[in-house]
């Protein structure tokens, strides 16, 4: 068992004396994620900003006077082009589907006095709109104009119809209870995280596993170092263990690295580029209990990966071939990953028994604090077992002359 | 001491190989029913063309390779019962082992030393011996990658030996090096003798065996065609030197001539 701490011992001089290796397992991921999230904070901040600033040109059949009034009166009303009952509307639908102009409003004919003289039992006057939602530019002014303009216009008419609008109104909804909202804020918090969280330490995790898993066992099988350690006096099993574990070692720290830093620099990158939403009250506090579990979660599913990993790479020829095999594995990894972001909903207890997708939801479960201890231990157990049967299978492989002298 | 008796090994071939090498039998005979017997202090020579057999011979015996028929011994050792007792006795050099370029010469002496179980001092005064003998010390501290390809195989031969193994077999130990080198491994190999190890090489080189191997083997397609020192092979090939008695056994075993 000696020889485990031996090839461990080797296996993290050979990465920590490269310093390109270095950089592009621990730097670089780090840089190029924190870089992307600012690049697309900053997108949607420009983006939304643009919308808002955005001029809309709106066309308008038959408008009141008193609608004219108003708008003259709100700012942002855009490009206003008011047209008559008789003026054909052709026109101005093809700049909608275009993209040129943003809404057409029309007005029935004689809506003025329609309002005006209406009695109970006619037929109630009619605004009619017209944008395009594949735009965001007509959705916005739609909405602008729905809301702002001419919501207000029928309070006001109505209001000089009945007088008092409140007679009407019967009652409200939470007009003065802002404590409407009863949670768990760290639990509403959790869950957000939750559902993110599982999805990212995957990718990092299976991303660093993935490249040196398969250099610390294709890679020297081709460069012809692996028969130099597979003659010397050491178990086949403890040369196995020793690059599972320096394995495991190198990809906890990658992902540590990356939790840390994301941690670190999210806030900042929020505050700077705008959509700080996303990160509201993203304080959130474990109990020592929660904590240990999630480390084992993790601990067991660095395990379950890498040795899945090296097991596609012991079979591999070249490094080419060991990649092709271990890219269908690490599309499944991220599918599992991806499904705790959309299914948020209680998972049945056999669903903790399949690896890879029960650390996924565990992990999920544990950040919106509803993971069960029987829930953590089957899940910790089955991801344990997955990994010691892929590594008993890679012992065996070893042994293999056909999988290790290509013979 | 090395024994093999009846030693066969067949390679299934997967139908990618069956397809590169043009047959529609799904196996290939390596090496078929060799026995041989190699004592301590002695150099034993396996000859023969490219393709003959001797590396998959040597893999056989340094427990790479599971004989398929047969059984080998070394130092009375089983090599399949017995691998790892086996590998502690070795020391095993082939063209396709190499040294991890990422690594020093020094480094990778002192991890294999550990993996061999040998103490630190031991470590350091074998380390000190070889490298000083292959003339290593100079670059002992730069990455195998940056060395010359003498330089590689060097460090490779001295790194073999760190555990000062009673038995040495060396895959073909002066291909690709220039006069000067092969004429150092080959006088380290004779002082290997002088101290009473086995050593098994295999070679094509027939001066090289001539001069250095006490007894020899020929082997061609995976067959002993003949097996003594060199003044008995001579005698029963009636020849004056290897090259023509290698081409009569050629011959003998092609039925036609060796061209």
């Known amino acids: ?278 990160l509201e009250g993203m304080t959130i506090r474990f109990t020592p209990v929660q904590i240990i579990e999630m480390i084992c979660i993790v601990v ?56 890879l997708y029960n650390s996924s939801i565990a992990l999920r479960d544990l950040f919106a604090r509803d993971l069960s201890l029987l829930e953590f231990a089957i899940t910790f157990i089955s991801t344990l077992a997955a990994g010691g049967i892929l590594t008993a299978v890679i012992v065996k492989a070893f042994n293999s002359e056909k999988v290790m002298m290509n013979a | 001491m090395i024994e093999i008796n009846n030693l066969t090994k067949i390679y299934k071939l997967s139908r990618k190989q069956m397809h590169q090498v043009k047959t529609k039998k799904n196996m290939t005979t390596a090496i078929e029913n060799l026995s041989l017997r190699a004592e301590d202090g002695q150099i034993f020579g396996l000859l023969g063309p490219n393709g003959a057999g001797k590396t998959t011979a040597l893999r056989c015996i340094a427990t790479l390779l599971k004989p398929t028929e047969g059984e080998i011994r070394v130092s009375g050792f089983d090599t399949v019962t017995r691998s790892q007792d086996v590998r502690k006795k070795i020391g095993f050099l082939t063209n396709d082992i190499k040294l991890d370029p990422q690594f020093s010469p020094r480094y990778l002496f002192e991890f294999f030393g550990r993996l061999h179980g040998v103490s630190k001092d031991e470590v350091d005064a074998r380390r000190e011996e070889l490298f000083e003998y292959f003339g290593i010390t100079g670059f002992q501290d730069k990455k195998v990658d940056e060395l010359s390809t003498g330089m590689k195989q060097k460090a490779a031969i001295a790194v073999s030996l760190v555990h000062d193994p009673e038995v040495i077999i060396f895959d073909e130990p002066t291909n690709g090096l220039d006069i000067v080198t092969a004429r150092s491994v080959t006088d380290y190999l004779k002082m290997l003798k002088g101290r009473g190890k086995l050593v098994i090489i295999s070679t094509h080189i027939m001066t090289e065996a001539e001069k250095l191997c006490d007894r020899i083997a020929v082997i061609i397609e995976g067959r002993k065609v003949i097996e003594g020192s060199l003044d008995e092979i001579l005698e029963s090939t009636g020849t004056e030197n290897l090259e023509e008695a290698f081409f009569e056994l050629y011959r003998q075993v092609n039925g036609g001539t060796a061209q």
């Open chain 1, 1 to 278: 068992m000696k020889g485990i701490g031996y090839i461990m011992k080797k296996e993290l001089t050979r990465v920590f004396s490269d310093k390109k290796l270095v950089l592009s397992l621990f730097v670089f991921p780090v840089a190029l994620i924190i870089g992307m999230y600012a690049l697309i904070g900053n997108l949607t901040a420009n983006a939304e900003e643009n919308v808002n600033a955005h001029e809309p040109a709106v066309y308008i059949q038959n408008s009141p006077d008193d609608f004219r009034e108003i708008l003259e009166s709100v700012k942002g009303a855009g490009d206003l082009k008011f047209m008559d009952a008789g003026d054909d509307l052709e026109v101005a639908k093809e700049e909608i589907r275009q993209g040129i102009a943003e809404l057409i409003i029309v007005f029935d004919e004689g809506f003025a006095e329609a309002v005006q003289d209406y009695k109970t039992g006619d037929a109630i006057p009619q605004i009619r709109t017209f944008y395009n939602p594949s735009e965001e530019y007509s959705e916005a002014a739609r909405s602008f104009y729905l809301n702002g303009i001419i919501e207000p216009y029928r309070q006001t008419i109505l209001a000089g119809r009945i007088g008092d609008v409140e007679r009407i109104t019967v009652f409200t909804i939470d007009s003065d209870n802002p404590d409407m909202m009863i949670q768990d804020e760290e639990k509403a918090t959790g869950k957000m995280l939750g559902s993110m969280l599982p999805y990212f330490i995957t990718l990092i995790l299976f991303a660093g596993a993935m490249n040196l898993g398969i250099d610390a066992i294709t890679g020297e099988k081709e460069r012809g170092t692996m028969a130099s350690m597979l003659i010397s006096p050491i178990n086949r099993s403890s040369i196995v263990l020793g690059k599972v574990f320096s394995l495991m070692i190198l990809c906890g720290l990658s992902a540590a690295i990356y939790v840390i830093s994301m941690v670190l620099a999210l806030p900042h990158i929020s505050t700077t580029f705008g959509g700080g939403d996303i």
């Open chain 1, 300 to 355: 067991v599913l660095v395990f379950l990966y890498v040795a899945i990993i090296s097991l596609a790479a012991v079979f591999a020829k070249t490094v080419k071939e060991g990649t092709a095999y271990v890219t269908p594995i690490y599309i499944f990894v991220l599918g599992a990953g991806m499904v705790t972001m959309f299914n948020q909903g209680d998972s049945a207890l056999y669903y903790y028994m399949i690896p």
